[in-house]
């Protein structure tokens, strides 16, 4: 086909770009690399090529495309992740790159959830009751401001061990990705969680703990996601490969 992209750059690091980097790295006309930020130690291999760290900002992102001759960028990074997103959005627009942005749906409240919505981390530190026992399920690097509240006993989740010890006052920290509903409701059974701060990610990866808390009617501090300002963006990822080939 004319204009079909001959180098695709797919930010990634979320379940969804490791998907689209499998499907696409099937089609012969097409090399695939998949950007990671380096955030976790051992990240799952993807499909195709894989470059890890930083860009440098927009600079740096803007040299990249060029010298990999980078035809399509593809933003599939967290929602949460504003400023790569940002960065994909300005670098693309400086070097003329084609971009699609791919977001999954935030989830929905459903009969039986007790959420309270806020827009930010200082919000969802504000709405945490006195004395209560949270699950605080965040990217490690958002959690630090929670230690604030000395009487409240936080069970704190993470993929890799701290660098340092924790600042909080009574934690414990659980090491590992979220499990299934059982695991979930499990956890939040054993450890008598009263509370749940997590963001609105969407996706299936990380909902049962949004199913547990709903099971045992436990609030849940649901952290909102920032507006998206790219105007064309993708809800699912064979919709969005379809456009590609
Ligand atoms: P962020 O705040 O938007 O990005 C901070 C900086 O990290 C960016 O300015 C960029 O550095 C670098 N960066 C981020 N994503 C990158 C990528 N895919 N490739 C190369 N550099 C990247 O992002 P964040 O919230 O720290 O998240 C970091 C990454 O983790 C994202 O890629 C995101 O998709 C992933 N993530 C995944 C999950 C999950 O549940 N799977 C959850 C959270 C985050 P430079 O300015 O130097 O280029």
Redesign the pocket.
Known sequence: LPGTPKTVLI?????EASRLARLLDTKENLRVIT???G?TRTPETVAGECRV?????ID??VSYLREQRIDLLVDA??P??????S?AEHAARQSGTRLMVFRLPPWKQVDGDVWRSVASLDEARAAIPPSSRVLLAL?H?HIAGFAEHRDVHFVIRMVDPPDEPLPFQASEIILGKPGDLSAEEQLLRSRSIDHLVCRN?GGSASYAKIEAARKLSIPVIMIERPPVSSETVFTSIDELAACIY
């Open positions: 930010l990634g690091g979320t379940r950007s990671l930020a955030r760290g930083g860009f440098g900002g740096g992102l990074t967290h949460f992740a504003g400023t790569i997103s960065n990217g690097q990610s």
